[in-house]
């Protein structure tokens, strides 16, 4: 299952996405609505600069994992120079 919490980040990519079985919803990665321990792993890639809370999107990973799971998050380097227009 994919998230954004933008309409038109879910229709451009439910437009362009031919694998199945995935899923894409509008959500907000602070306050997911799947139940606890039901996915194996959560990643976030690239949006924690942009969560107005970025701890709470890491909490709710945790909770949507099962234990022994996985998640995993990552973002620019910015101290490294990594930013998209660099």
Known sequence: ??????KAQIEFTRKRYTAKPATFQIEDATALSSESSYFDVATMALALFFLPHPFLGVVEM????????MIAAYVWD???GGLPHE
């Open 1 to 6: 299952m994919g998230i954004d919490p933008l």
């Open 78 to 80: 910015v101290p490294g």
């Open 62 to 69: 945790k909770r949507v994992v099962r234990p022994g799971g």
